[in-house]
């Protein structure tokens, strides 16, 4: 028998609950009313949790199920899945830690679920620039890799989520979040919100040290782009000035 980590923390809690109930048991038979009367809470507390546990387990037994029978399209095979580092600082890291942790610790996942396949990372560096993510995509398609992680910079999201639409890719992001990327029904899926309430956060912490006139400099790409297009109509709404904004290219290391 397989102990999942749900059903291990329910029979824990379940020991701890018989524990509780048998200590409040006794202290009532002993005279001990207000004991039992204090405990009673806890143990239904503890129940509760019990039940929720147990239809947790009983999701992800189903989940499991359900698994199995969406990759028998797949039994044998080999599956790529792609990552993108955004620049080269991150690049050597990154590969180091897929390929010796995640890889390794997703086939073994997979294999004690018993499902017969395994899967394989991709891993590529974008050298901080936006069409060369692009043509890393372009080059993951042709090797079969439709899922893949990257776009960890706005401006190479932007440069690519056209084409992975148009090729039914799916693309996640583990750090993009200009609001421009915030669209409806894409293959886009990022893991941080959007941006969207910076600006409004700037525009009155800026507000409230009496600043009344700003030239900005901005990351010329669409999260510098993302952000100054709503903080300039906020700021001045509150009656502030943006006199100038200076806009440097994205891939400027010397300043």
């Known amino acids: 028998m397989v102990w999942s ?45 019990i039940q929720r546990l147990t239809e ?11 698994l199995r029978k969406a990759t ?11 990552y993108i580092a955004p620049d080269t600082a991150t690049y050597t890291p990154t590969k180091v830690f897929m390929e010796t942790v995640v890889q390794p610790d997703l086939n073994a996942y997979a294999s004690s679920l018993g499902l017969d396949v395994s899967f394989e990372f991709v891993i590529m560096d974008a050298n901080g620039q936006a069409n ?11 090797e079969n890799a439709r899922i893949f992680i990257g776009s960890g910079w706005s401006s190479q999201g ?15 992001s583990p750090s993009s979040t200009s609001p421009t990327l915030a669209i409806a029904n894409d293959r886009f899926f990022r893991m941080c919100p959007a941006d ?18 700003v030239i900005v400099i901005q990351r010329g790409d669409s999260w ?11 700021f001045t709404a509150n009656g502030g000035t943006v006199s100038e904004v200076v806009r440097y290219p994205a891939e400027t290391t010397d300043f």
Not at 15 to 23: D, E, M, Y
Not at 204 to 211: E, K, L, V
Request: hydrophobic letters at 40%.
């Open 56 to 66: 947790i387990n009983a999701n992800v037994t189903d989940e499991n199920e359900a």
């Open 158 to 172: 932007c440069a690519t989520l056209s084409y992975a639409n148009a090729n039914k890719m799916l693309m996640i």
């Open 72 to 82: 028998s399209s797949i039994a044998g095979k080999t599956v790529k899945i792609g």
């Open 224 to 234: 510098g782009d993302g952000i100054i297009n709503q903080f300039t109509p906020l």
């Open 5 to 49: 980590k749900s059903l291990i923390v329910a029979v824990t809690v379940i020991l701890v609950a018989t524990s509780l109930a048998g200590g409040a048991y006794f202290g009532y038979q002993s005279g001990y009313a207000g004991s039992q009367q204090q405990a009673s809470p806890e143990v239904q507390r503890l129940t509760d949790e």
């Open 196 to 213: 969207t309430a910076m600006p409004p956060a700037l525009a009155d912490a800026i507000w409230s040290y009496g600043i009344r006139e």
């Open 132 to 142: 060369t993510h692009l043509e890393l995509v372009q080059k993951l398609r042709n």
